[in-house]
């Protein structure tokens, strides 16, 4: 058997999913509960791996090392960085790299040391599958979430994007820096937590991987105001639905 396996750092963004896995099994290992079941018929693996790149590294060495894992989804939010990408949007990351890594003058700045590369590659075929999963929901997105949610957050014509995703262990809260990112990485689309850890280990262990995120504030001033009811009564819709669609079609 081979599992699917679904990773996010916070609950909301995973109750959805574990309440339709009426037959789920818990393990647990390094205090973390995994959930094995099936989901829309496929077998599973759920986690919430808390936040963090060294808590995703881990979550994510567990599944790769003792769940039969054969593909490995993260979903959640991000800081929209990019121009054009706004809060609603969904930003599947081709490529991942970690903004606060910094061996210089030793390696280049944000070059993983003695891997030669600060950006992992996620997979094509996943991506292609989960930004197609998003522009369905995207596109049905009144009806999942209802009307007044769509209004409170002005929600108007969510957009689907692809490309580089940067993490670092940071909660970006100010526009400046947000706007030291943005100078110093022009074509990141979004910013979050854990992202470049789960790519970096999946590509050590061979895992095909995708990075999948809503956008829930800009990185700005305002990004703690916005973060917690957008995560409560948007994210975690689109999230799990982004999910349950990518199964069905998969
Ligand atoms: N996840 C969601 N919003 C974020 C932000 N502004 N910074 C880092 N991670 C995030």
């Known amino acids: 058997m081979s599992r699917i396996a679904i990773m996010a750092a916070m609950h909301e963004e995973l109750h959805t999913l574990l309440a339709l896995m009426p037959d789920e099994q818990r393990h647990l290992l390094g205090g973390r509960e995994f959930w094995v079941g099936r989901l829309q018929g496929r077998e599973v693996v759920v986690v919430l791996s808390r ?30 960085l990019g121009e054009g990408v706004r809060v609603g949007d969904v930003v599947v990351a081709d490529l991942l790299l970690q903004h606060d890594l910094d061996a210089s003058p030793l390696f280049p700045r944000y070059e993983v040391p003695l891997y030669g590369r600060s950006r992992f590659a996620t997979d094509a075929r996943l991506n ?7 522009e369905v929901v995207l596109g049905a ?5 209802g009307e007044a949610a769509v209004q409170a957050f002005g929600l108007g014509k969510a957009r689907v994007h692809g490309g580089l995703v940067i993490s670092g262990d940071q909660f970006v809260a100010s526009a400046a820096q947000s706007g030291a990112l943005r100078a110093a990485l022009p074509d990141a689309l979004a910013v979050e937590m854990e992202g470049a850890a789960v790519a970096q280990v999946c590509h050590d262990l061979g895992v ?19 973060f917690g009811a957008f995560v409560r009564e948007v994210a975690s819709h689109y999230s799990s639905a982004i999910v349950l669609r990518y199964l069905q079609g998969g």
């Open 51 to 80: 936040i963090g790149k060294v808590a995703a590294a881990t979550t994510a060495t567990l599944l790769a090392t003792h769940f039969d894992v054969r593909e490995l989804l993260f979903t959640g939010v991000a800081g929209g």
């Open 128 to 134: 292609r599958a989960l930004q197609e999963a998003a």
């Open 208 to 226: 095909p991987c995708a990075v999948v995120r809503t956008i829930s504030d800009r990185a700005d001033d305002t990004a703690e105001r916005d």
């Open 141 to 145: 997105s009144a009806t999942h979430l």
